[in-house]
């Protein structure tokens, strides 16, 4: 299998060497030639399979340059009842008729993302080492991605990871799940300001592209091609389980912020897993929920964007959206060139509503979207509580309001729960009146010592931190 950039860049590449790669060399996203597609046959063959023999098939297919037995015990070793915490690995649910949510936040940090960032930390390991080098990953986080980073690379060999994030911002629990983490390869940097600034750094950092070479500089940002990949397999898992045969439609809703998990289901669907509709679920930072009503793509000020209770769908722009664009414009390169580049660099937006292709989104791919408010997500909590008996977290939330506005008599509408109530525990209080049950093994995390340094919102301050510890 080659990779493509999506900007139309000549070169075509393997796996291990996008693995490690952020953006390819013309700012486009990386995709696979073509999607693999799966029959029926293998379909019935899938659906018998334990989760991490299910992740090593549908991983094979894009991965040709890591021996199948390794690929094979990467996945063993990934995904384990002793890290997710079943057997099924993301069990579903039926929580009234026809609405399901399916598991995905039961790993060591309490959120969908482990499912792919555990995954990626032990490919890391492996190709570190295979090739002999070293990686030093500077990131930026507001709570999810960077724990799920630290938890998926603690104790990696090659591996280092510099996460910032804003001094005091993040939930209590969000700071102890990464501050009390003691080992060596692990450095928090709690920066003096706000997210943006942490984001600043990191790009800076990375312009200096002398630093970055001599430091072996890296990201594990959404946009990683093997992120999106591990992401396919919970859709068909989730399919498995909310069918008994292999005829039967199935619709997904997916609280959405750049694009990543939604993307995932768009690759499932295109290999030929029958996906019905992929529901778009936003809070009130809806550029996506307004691309899929109305044609035009409106890239968001930092002034317009707001914080919300559901905080991970807090975003301007969906980095990984110029993927689906792409396949929605027939792959042509240069119309996504016009669009992402000279459009949206210009103007801020680009504008599909009178072209054919917008109503392909739907029609040919599927997409639906809803849009949530922060009333929303306490209401759908009280009363998912109040019939269900079941706790879900505010990003949750948006989907399950969102999935009810999309179903379809007999086509199963599986929600991804895409963090644990805990998490949140703010947003659940305020709607409840108490908190959320915590995990046994997060028992009195506030009270673990604290490994973490304070820094200035500068750049020279983060590169000397970095230089200091990189022996
Ligand atoms: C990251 C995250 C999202 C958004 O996922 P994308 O892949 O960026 O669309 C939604 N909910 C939670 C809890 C998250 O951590």
Not at 116 to 133: C, P, V
Not at 145 to 160: C, H, L
Not at 264 to 292: C, K, S, W, Y
Request: negative net charge.
């Amino acid at each position: 299998m080659n990779y493509l950039s999506t900007r139309g860049h000549p070169d075509r590449k393997r796996f291990c060497e996008i693995l490690l790669e952020g953006l390819a060399p013309d700012g486009g996203l990386y995709l696979p030639e073509h999607y693999p597609q799966v029959d029926t046959a293998a379909l019935a063959r899938w659906r018998e399979l334990p989760y991490a023999e299910l992740a090593f098939e549908i991983l094979s297919l894009y991965i040709d340059d890591i021996p199948p037995a390794d690929l094979k015990a990467i996945c063993a070793k990934t995904y384990t009842a002793e890290v997710f915490g079943s057997d099924e690995i993301v069990p579903l649910r039926e929580l009234e008729d026809g609405v399901y949510l399916e598991a995905l936040s039961n790993g060591p940090t309490l959120a969908f993302k482990d499912m792919a960032m555990q995954l990626l930390g032990n490919l890391f390991e492996y190709e570190l080492a295979r090739r002999g080098a070293e990686l030093n990953i500077l990131g930026a986080t507001s709570g999810d991605t960077g724990s799920a980073a630290e938890y998926a690379m603690r104790g990696k060999k090659g591996v280092r990871v510099f996460m910032t994030s804003p001094d005091g911002r993040m939930s209590p629990f969000q700071q102890a799940q990464m501050f009390s983490l003691q080992d060596q390869n692990i450095h928090n940097i709690a920066i003096s300001g706000v997210f943006d600034d942490c984001q600043d750094i990191v790009k800076a950092v990375s312009n200096d592209l002398g630093f970055k070479r001599k430091y072996r500089i890296g990201t594990v940002n959404s946009i990683n091609w093997a992120r999106l990949l591990a992401q396919v397999v919970y859709y068909f898992a989730g399919y498995f389980q909310a069918t008994a045969s292999n005829d039967k439609p199935v619709s997904f809703t997916v609280p959405s912020g750049n694009f990543g998990n939604v993307c995932a289901g768009h690759v499932a669907r295109m290999m030929g897993l029958p996906i019905q509709t992929l529901v778009v679920a936003t809070n009130e930072n809806d550029v996506l929920d307004e691309f899929f009503r109305t044609g035009i793509y409106r890239v968001r000020a930092a002034a317009d964007t707001h914080e919300t209770s559901s905080p991970s769908m807090d975003i301007s722009k969906a980095s990984n959206f110029e993927r689906f664009v792409f396949d929605l414009v027939g792959r042509d390169a240069g119309k996504l060139r016009s669009l992402f580049v000279d459009e949206l660099g210009r103007h801020g937006r680009f504008d599909l509503s009178a072209d054919p292709a917008f109503r392909q989104a739907a029609e040919r791919f599927g997409f639906k979207s809803s849009r949530s408010t922060h009333a929303d997500r306490l209401a759908t909590i009280r009363d998912t509580d109040k019939r269900f008996a079941t706790l879900v977290d505010p990003h949750t939330a948006d989907g399950l309001k969102a999935a009810r506005e999309h179903l379809a008599p007999g086509v199963p509408m599986v929600v991804l729960e895409t963090a644990l109530p805990i998490k949140f525990a703010a947003t659940l209080v305020e709607a409840l009146g108490h908190e959320p049950a915590r995990p046994a093994r997060f028992e009195g995390i506030e009270a673990l010592p604290k490994r973490v340094v304070k820094l200035p919102a500068d750049a020279e301050a983060v590169k000397a931190y970095i230089a200091q510890n990189c022996d």
